[in-house]
Every structure is written in structure tokens, then in C-alpha cells.
């Protein structure tokens, strides 16, 4: 005879692995899989989404992008800088993707050609480029760095690190909560009665999104999905009297009154996400499918989930959004391009490229098509940058990385911040092209929060370490 204890066990095995493991990581994060509208295109809604609705969605680059392969140095000195410390690496200029930037220090760039979508937004203005953007305690001259005169952040170049401290902009204290979650709580009462959290993460548990007051909500497409997709507990929960009188029985166990502590908070968060799920699916399957067409590809699913959920922000009480993105597969020490030899635009890195390109130029046309460019600000993230000189077969951990902002409120075409020197060993470099960074994570992040709604007054409870940095508003939002 199964035991309750047992009969538990099996009741969550056969809860969603989204949720499961979203709410064993972490009590504070809950989860529910969202079916993603089907059929023919109708128009959406005109009203769908409020006038005065905001959403932030962050990119994370998960790996630490080559940057430097991204946005080029193209003048006749600085590329001739750049091919002799990529070698392998380096990129022919025939094939590269010129810009013109509003403003310049005199230097000419140009971007990797698998962007394509991305170099079409920075020419008309909805795209901006931040210059060598990174993990600081305080500002750090190449003099301060060499004699340890100021404090670094700790275990630079190593991944987990540096991603938790991107995610947080606190590098100097140990990990309470992310710079995402500090503003998501700050701006909750935008929200009137919100049926779901405003943090919404298509990847899973993330430290960006790490609050106090308000809880992140990890949504994922459902495999398969159509418009009458299922909740988290089983794909299939109604399509048997079987299936459905099991669902039911769980929903009724989690909701039970349960006298330890542990399980009383899983049973409250699973059923908080099957009710959660069960909404979502509700008004996604209610909403109208889009016109613009996505990539099948892991950075487009998410980025057109993001899509669907803005579209039913108005039905979730929502006028403040938070969306986290996740790609992985940056880390590229080995065959970062094709072939043994110089002048590959093809690899790995290419590839990578392409995909945010052709998905982040889709959920522009999107937020265009729903009439909210302008409301909706999209902004990638990485670990770290990577050094400029090439390993043989790819590049190794670096420091300063460039990032990229979309959306009709960007005050685009245009570089913000100093691109560093392309000399080894120069007055920007650690060693290998470790560019110390000139852009702190914080600027950057209270440039986007300042746009988002957060006051002058707040901006030090979103990111503590702000007083410290000359610009907390870099000028790129408008």
C-alpha cells in the first residue's frame, strides 16, 4: 500500500519539470508553461495593451560574448590593430557591415556581418551600442589595476561569478538580489490587483530577477503547444477522464493544510503555479496571433513568448513588465570560426550572431506591430567580454564587453561610451586584450531603470553602488 509520503513523491514526479525545478531551487521562484496561440493571423486588439504600460526584457548572453568580434574597429589604424591580435580570428573587412554613428571620437566601426537585422535598427535609430560595458566596485584606471590601489570585483573572468554580479551590480557584497528584482519591487504598485508576477523569465531561475516583494514567475512555451495547450502538470491533463481526475487530486493535495513548514510552501507555490499556468494559457489562447513571422530558434521562442505575454498585459492587470532571456553557448575557447586559416566570417560565433539578429529584429517588428515600440526597451547582457588576442581556435575569458539596446524610445544609432583602444598591452588592457571596463554595470542598468519609472530618489535602493559612478544616466534612453 502507497504510503501519503509516497503517494506525494508521485504526485510531484508528475508535476512539469519547469516547475519542479523552479520551485526546489528556490522557494522564491514559482512556474508555469504557457500554450502559445495557433492559426490564422488576426489583427490584434487595438487596446490590448495600456497606454502607459512599460516593459524591460533583458538578452543574457550566456558565456561571455566575443564582443569584440561584434562591433569592429574599421579605420585603416585600428583594423590593422585588430587583424594582428585576432589573427584567426579577424573578420575580413570586405564582408564587414559598416555604421555611422551620430556622434564620433574620430575612429570609424563597423559591425559582424551576420547582423544584418541588428546594423538595418542602428541605421534607422532603434538600435544603440554601449562601448566596453562591465562587473566595477569603483572607477579603474589601467595604473589603479596595476598597483591594486582600488577594489576589483572578485574572481573576474570565472563565469558563475560574473554572471551572479551582472545580475546583481552589487560585485563587492555577497548575492541577496538582483538589479532587476530591486526594480520590479520598486515599481509593483504600478500594477493594479496583478493577477501573475511582473517578473517573468522564459530560461528558468535567474539572479537578475531576485527580489525582495516581488517573485519571479518561470514561463516556458509547452512543447508541442497548440491554442488549447495544457497546464504545468501534464501536457495531456484533459484529454482523459483518467488524466483529469488525477490532475484534479493534485491540484486538491497541494491545497491541502500541511503541518511542516516545507511542505505547506511547495504545496502553496506549485498550486500558485498551476493556477498561474492555467491563467496564462486561458488569455494567451483568447489572444490573437501575430503577423510578423519568428525564427524556430531557442532566442526566438523566448523572445516571441515575451511577445505573446505583452500582448495580454492588460488582462494580467499589468503595466509594469520584467522578462528575462536566456542563449547559451558563448563560451567559444574552440572554434569560434570555420576553417584553420584567416578570413572566415562562418563558426559557431557567426551562428550565435545571427540568431539574436533575425530574433531580435522579429520582436521589434512585433512591439511595432502591436503599437508599443516606443513601451517596450529590450537590452542584452554577458558575463564578460573576451580577449582581443585569439588562443589558436577561439578566445578566452576577458572583462569589458559592448552590449546593445532596442526600441523605439533608444535614442539609437549611436555609440555610447568609449570604445577602448584595439592595442595589446595598451592603456585599456589588463593583458590579452582584457579590456578594463569604462562603462560600469551600474550606469548601464540605471539608464534602463530611469526610463522604466524608478525616481533620482530610488535609484540607489535599484543599484547601491551608483553614487560611485559619474553617469547615472548615459543618455541613451529618451
Not at 158 to 167: E, G, K, P, R
Not at 436 to 456: C, K, M, N, Q
Request: glycine share 10%; net charge neutral; proline share 5%.
Amino acid at each position: 500500500m502507497n504510503t501519503r509520503r509516497r503517494f506525494i513523491g508521485q504526485c510531484c514526479a508528475a508535476v512539469g519539470y519547469t516547475g519542479m525545478a523552479s520551485t526546489l531551487s528556490s522557494l522564491r521562484a514559482t512556474a508555469a508553461a504557457a500554450s502559445i496561440p495557433s492559426g490564422p493571423v488576426t489583427p490584434p486588439r487595438g487596446a490590448a495593451v495600456a497606454s502607459d504600460y512599460k516593459a524591460l526584457v533583458c538578452i543574457f548572453l550566456n558565456g561571455g560574448n566575443d564582443s569584440s568580434n561584434l562591433l569592429i574597429p574599421y579605420d585603416t589604424s585600428g583594423y590593422s590593430s585588430y587583424t594582428k591580435a585576432r589573427t584567426i580570428l579577424a573578420l575580413p573587412k570586405t564582408n564587414l557591415l559598416p555604421i555611422a554613428p551620430r556622434t564620433s571620437d574620430g575612429r570609424t566601426f563597423a559591425l559582424h556581418p551576420s547582423v544584418g537585422e541588428l546594423n538595418s535598427l542602428f541605421a534607422s535609430g532603434k538600435l544603440a551600442l554601449l562601448a566596453n560595458v562591465g562587473t566595477l566596485v569603483y572607477p579603474t584606471s589601467k595604473s589603479q589595476f596595476s598597483a591594486n590601489s582600488v577594489p576589483l570585483p572578485p574572481q573576474l573572468f570565472s563565469h558563475n561569478d560574473q554572471q551572479v554580479q551582472w545580475q546583481s551590480s552589487v560585485p563587492d557584497q555577497p548575492f541577496k538580489t538582483g538589479w532587476g528584482g530591486r526594480t520590479a519591487d520598486l515599481l509593483n504598485s504600478f500594477n493594479p490587483n496583478p493577477q501573475v508576477s511582473m517578473s517573468m523569465s522564459l530560461d528558468g531561475f535567474n539572479s537578475f530577477q531576485v527580489g525582495n516583494t516581488v517573485t519571479q514567475l518561470a514561463v516556458q512555451r509547452s512543447s508541442g503547444a497548440t491554442s488549447k495547450g495544457g497546464p504545468i502538470a501534464w501536457a495531456a491533463a484533459g484529454s482523459t477522464a483518467t488524466a483529469t481526475q488525477r490532475f484534479q487530486a493534485q491540484k486538491d493535495l497541494f491545497a491541502a493544510q500541511q503541518n511542516n513548514l516545507f511542505a505547506a510552501a511547495f504545496g502553496a507555490l506549485t498550486a500558485d503555479a498551476i493556477g498561474d499556468s492555467e491563467l496564462l494559457t486561458s488569455a494567451l489562447t483568447a489572444s490573437p496571433t501575430f503577423a510578423t513571422t519568428f525564427p524556430e530558434t531557442t532566442l526566438a521562442n523566448q523572445l516571441k513568448t515575451i511577445a505573446y505575454l505583452i500582448s495580454i498585459s492588460s488582462t494580467l492587470n499589468l503595466k509594469r513588465q520584467v522578462f528575462f532571456a536566456r542563449l547559451g553557448g558563448w563560451d567559444t575557447h574552440a572554434d569560434q570560426v570555420d576553417g584553420t586559416g584567416t578570413g572566415s566570417v562562418t563558426g559557431a560565433h557567426a551562428d550565435l550572431l545571427a540568431q539574436v539578429s533575425q530574433a531580435m529584429r522579429s520582436f521589434y517588428t512585433t512591439t511595432v506591430e502591436l503599437g508599443i515600440a516606443n513601451q517596450v526597451t529590450t537590452f542584452t547582457a554577458s558575463d564578460f567580454g573576451r580577449t582581443f588576442t585569439s588562443n589558436g581556435d577561439g578566445s578566452d575569458h576577458g572583462w569589458g564587453g559592448h552590449q546593445m539596446v532596442m526600441g523605439g524610445a533608444v535614442k539609437g544609432g549611436d555609440i555610447y561610451g568609449k570604445m577602448p583602444s584595439p592595442q595589446v598591452d595598451g592603456p585599456d588592457d589588463t593583458g590579452r586584450g582584457r579590456w578594463i571596463p569604462t562603462t560600469s554595470v551600474d550606469e548601464y542598468g540605471a539608464t534602463l531603470a530611469r526610463w522604466f519609472g524608478v525616481s533620482d530618489t530610488n535609484l540607489s535602493i535599484a543599484f547601491p553602488n551608483i553614487g560611485r559612478f559619474a553617469k547615472p544616466n548615459l543618455g541613451f534612453m529618451g
